[in-house]
């Protein structure tokens, strides 16, 4: 199989906004009186913002007005550190990585779940990288659906048995999995499934490698 498309998730794949998902999250669960960790935020990767929420509060009922407002309160908080972000912020390797698939003539997307995800590529200043940006806006069903990973093939015209996705978190392997992508898993936890794990993320993966196994 001639593989023609990679399509990457955002948060712990391009970029790390987990710290600041973290610290928003953590400011309004005090605002609201909930406990929560950074092992809780753990819970929180890949997975929307409404899901987010749901497991931050560990069962607590929420009228959905109210829970509406805390997402948003949640957002506004993650926005203002958005503004801290520059094209140094993305993680070790991944503008390498970028540029030799593009000199391959590999098509690149994007998949993330994430509202924001526009926000972010622009302040890393790698917008011109991307045919397909799919977001927390594109489909209905979030990760572990592999919906989004299939609407972003679907834009840059490749079937998903000929495009790898690039995944840090649980969710986002099983949706590529299910969705009948090569998946590689980055990092160490939850990844397990993809095809090829790679701990250090792609700091020290080649294009040659991933078309090499992927392309089997
Ligand atoms: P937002 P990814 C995910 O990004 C984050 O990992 C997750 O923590 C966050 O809740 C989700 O985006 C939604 O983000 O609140 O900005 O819409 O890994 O799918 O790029
Ligand atoms: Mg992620």
Redesign the pocket.
């Known amino acids: 199989m001639t593989i023609k498309a990679f399509i990457f ?5 391009i970029t790390d ?2 710290e600041f ?1 973290f610290l928003a999250w953590k400011q309004l669960a005090d605002e609201i009186g909930v406990s929560f960790t950074r092992e809780d935020n753990d819970q ?6 409404r899901e ?1 929420l749901k497991r931050l509060l560990k069962g607590r009922p929420v009228d959905e007005a109210t829970a509406e407002v805390w997402m948003q309160r949640k ?1 506004d908080i ?1 926005r203002e550190f958005l503004h801290q972000i520059t094209p140094a912020d993305s993680l070790p390797g991944v503008v390498h990585f970028l540029d030799e698939a593009r000199k391959r003539g590999i098509l690149i997307g994007l998949g ?6 526009r926000d972010v590529i622009e302040r890393l200043k790698l917008m011109d990288y991307f045919e397909a940006l799919g977001d ?1 806006y594109s489909v209905v069903n979030p ?1 572990p659906a592999p919906d989004l990973f299939i609407w972003v093939a679907g834009r840059l015209g490749v079937p998903p048995n000929e495009a790898v996705v690039f995944e ?2 649980e969710a ?1 392997v099983d949706a590529a999995l299910k969705g009948g992508f090569w998946t590689v898993g980055l990092g160490r936890a939850g990844v397990n499934a993809a095809h090829l794990v790679k701990e250090d993320g792609l700091k020290t993966l080649t294009v040659d490698a991933v078309l090499e196994v992927a392309s089997g």
């Open positions: 998730d955002l948060d712990g794949v906004t987990a998902h929180l990767r890949g997975v929307s913002r987010s957002n993650y993330s779940a994430s509202k924001n995800a927390g990760k840090d978190a986002g």
